[in-house]
């Protein structure tokens, strides 16, 4: 003996992390971001799976973008991390309620490993609940009800309908040849804004109006605007940050494709007038509210919603809009009037998700539609080259100012729910949401 202490005995490695379980989070994660939950969602379902699986000390991070999954074996084992980039993101509602029972049945234990990656599988493999042809159209009827909501007639939507179908397949052609989404939007506007020009020119200004609201009203972001707002609520800075830019260059986008025609019909002798707008209706007309509900359920078959949503989408689009025009009836402004029928509704849709244990994303989305503020982007335009550059920023102020309102409404709604809840996704309950902490933003 040399008389030295001995050595410290060596700490066992922890147990090996199944890199099975890690793919499974991640491949979750990314279709459910993919088909459009938001990122507090994306990051309860994932966090839930890793419990379910039993991955030590698990670390998530989601962001607009891109996915990780760190898991920490410890007692010298080294650490496993997996990532994934989500480069396309396709609105399909209809796997955000099969991932969400995918992940209810793990979190209780109902689906072993292999089963799980199955499932996904099939998931992932599988088809929208409508045909591809079907989802298209679908752009063209919110388009034309739209219209009939602004005042229009039969001709008016069928003129609508034509419009948005082919800035639609415009659109479609360019993205194809990989031409950026920002043009393909503003192309799919300045089809819209040019069919409604054609009318003034024809002698039918009053209906001009109509046919580009609706036109419009297919290209608004309603998703990702309640989306990035629910994502800033709830403390998801940087995914909040990157879904506003998202939705700021969409309507720029669309703006910019009014503006280019608007400007050029008016340089050449258009009689394109502000006074041939519509005005916002004061009272309540069966067509009006009927109209109301087609965007709604429109709205939900393009965003392939399941089929047992249409009923829910319709009453929450004739609901939006009788709460909105009530609210305009006793003089209340705008906006106030927008989030306000946006947080009853918000808090019915969410009670109703949760009743059914679904996500709440396909229920209100859709039922934001009729508010959607075509009109006034397209009276902004108007103004803006019409020699009324001070009126027209302030209309598309507005515009903004209701949309944002929108989106703020339907996730109050939430978050009243929320607030009487016992437990989230997959057990996550309500004292572990990190943007719940007293921060006073520090």
Same mark, same amino acid.
């Given at each position: 003996?040399?008389?030295? *202490?001995?050595?410290?005995?060596?700490?066992?490695?922890?147990?090996?992390?199944?890199?099975?379980?890690?793919?499974?989070?991640?491949?979750? =994660?990314?279709?459910? $971001?993919?088909?459009?939950?938001?990122?507090?969602?994306?990051?309860?379902?994932?966090? /839930? $799976?890793?419990?379910?699986?039993?991955?030590?000390?698990?670390?998530?991070?989601?962001? @607009?973008?891109? @996915?990780? #999954?760190?898991?920490?074996?410890?007692?010298?084992?080294?650490?496993?991390?997996?990532?994934?980039?989500?480069?396309?993101?396709?609105?399909?509602?209809?796997?955000?309620?099969?991932?969400?029972?995918?992940?209810?049945?793990?979190?209780?234990?109902?689906?072993?490993?292999?089963?799980?990656?199955?499932?996904?599988?099939?998931?992932?493999?599988?088809?929208?609940?409508?045909?591809?042809?079907?989802? &298209?159209?679908?752009?063209?009827?919110?388009?034309?009800?739209? /219209?009939?909501?602004?005042?229009?007639?039969?001709?008016?939507?069928?003129?609508?309908?034509?419009?948005?179908?082919?800035?639609?397949?415009?659109?479609?052609?360019?993205?194809?040849?990989?031409?950026?989404?920002?043009?393909?939007?503003?192309?799919?506007?300045?089809?819209?804004?040019?069919?409604?020009?054609?009318? +003034?020119?024809?002698?039918?200004?009053?209906?001009?109006?109509?046919? +580009?609201?609706?036109?419009?009203?297919?290209?608004?972001?309603?998703?990702?605007?309640?989306?990035?707002?629910?994502?800033?609520?709830? =403390?998801?800075?940087?995914?909040?940050?990157?879904?506003?830019?998202?939705?700021?260059?969409?309507?720029?986008?669309?703006?910019?494709?009014?503006?280019? +025609?608007?400007?050029?019909?008016?340089?050449?002798?258009? *009689?394109?007038?502000?006074?041939?707008?519509?005005?916002?209706?004061?009272?309540?007309?069966?067509?009006?509210?009927?109209?109301?509900?087609?965007?709604?359920?429109?709205?939900?078959?393009?965003?392939?919603?399941?089929?047992?949503?249409?009923?829910?989408?319709?009453?929450?689009?004739?609901?939006?809009?009788?709460?909105?025009?009530?609210?305009?009836?006793?003089? #209340?402004?705008? #906006?106030?009037?927008?989030?306000?029928?946006?947080?009853?509704?918000?808090?019915?849709?969410?009670?109703?998700?949760?009743?059914?244990?679904?996500?709440?994303?396909?229920?209100?989305?859709?039922?934001?539609?009729?508010?959607?503020?075509?009109?006034?982007?397209?009276?902004?335009?108007?103004?803006?080259?019409?020699?009324?550059?001070?009126?027209?920023?302030? /209309?598309?102020?507005?515009?903004?100012? &209701?949309?944002?309102?929108?989106?703020? =409404?339907?996730? $109050?709604?939430?978050?009243?729910?929320?607030?009487?809840?016992?437990?989230? @996704?997959?057990?996550?309950?309500?004292?572990?949401?990190?943007?719940?902490?007293?921060?006073?933003?520090?």
């Amino acid at each position: 003996m040399d008389g030295s *202490p001995p050595e410290p005995p060596e700490e066992e490695p922890g147990e090996a992390v199944d890199p099975r379980a890690v793919d499974l989070v991640l491949r979750v =994660g990314e279709l459910l $971001l993919a088909s459009g939950e938001t990122t507090e969602r994306v990051n309860e379902a994932m966090l /839930s $799976l890793a419990v379910a699986y039993e991955l030590p000390r698990c670390e998530v991070q989601v962001t @607009l973008t891109s @996915l990780l #999954v760190s898991a920490h074996p410890g007692k010298g084992a080294p650490p496993m991390t997996g990532s994934r980039a989500i480069r396309r993101r396709t609105p399909a509602y209809w796997r955000l309620t099969a991932l969400h029972q995918l992940v209810q049945d793990a979190s209780i234990g109902m689906l072993e490993l292999d089963e799980a990656h199955s499932r996904l599988r099939e998931i992932k493999s599988g088809r929208a609940p409508y045909p591809a042809w079907l989802m &298209v159209v679908s752009l063209g009827l919110i388009a034309a009800s739209g /219209s009939v909501l602004s005042g229009g007639g039969p001709l008016v939507a069928t003129t609508a309908f034509i419009a948005t179908l082919l800035g639609d397949r415009t659109a479609a052609a360019l993205a194809r040849r990989g031409i950026a989404e920002f043009f393909q939007l503003t192309v799919a506007a300045a089809i819209g804004a040019g069919a409604a020009a054609l009318v +003034v020119a024809m002698g039918n200004p009053g209906q001009a109006a109509t046919i +580009v609201t609706g036109a419009i009203l297919a290209l608004l972001p309603g998703r990702p605007l309640v989306a990035s707002i629910q994502d800033g609520i709830t =403390g998801d800075l940087v995914s909040a940050g990157a879904r506003v830019l998202e939705v700021f260059f969409m309507i720029a986008a669309i703006v910019a494709g009014l503006g280019a +025609v608007v400007y050029l019909a008016v340089n050449l002798g258009v *009689p394109i007038d502000v006074g041939h707008l519509p005005t916002p209706a004061a009272e309540l007309r069966p067509v009006a509210v009927i109209a109301a509900a087609a965007i709604s359920v429109t709205f939900a078959i393009s965003l392939a919603a399941p089929k047992y949503v249409l009923t829910a989408a319709a009453l929450g689009g004739a609901l939006i809009w009788v709460l909105y025009v009530l609210a305009r009836g006793w003089n #209340v402004p705008p #906006v106030l009037a927008a989030a306000i029928a946006a947080t009853v509704v918000g808090v019915l849709a969410n009670w109703l998700a949760r009743r059914h244990n679904q996500p709440v994303m396909p229920f209100v989305v859709p039922a934001i539609g009729p508010l959607l503020p075509g009109t006034a982007l397209y009276r902004g335009m108007v103004e803006l080259n019409t020699g009324s550059p001070n009126t027209g920023v302030l /209309s598309l102020i507005g515009a903004i100012s &209701v949309a944002l309102a929108l989106g703020a =409404g339907v996730n $109050l709604g939430g978050e009243f729910v929320r607030a009487f809840q016992h437990v989230g @996704l997959g057990g996550s309950g309500r004292w572990a949401r990190p943007a719940a902490r007293r921060t006073r933003g520090f």
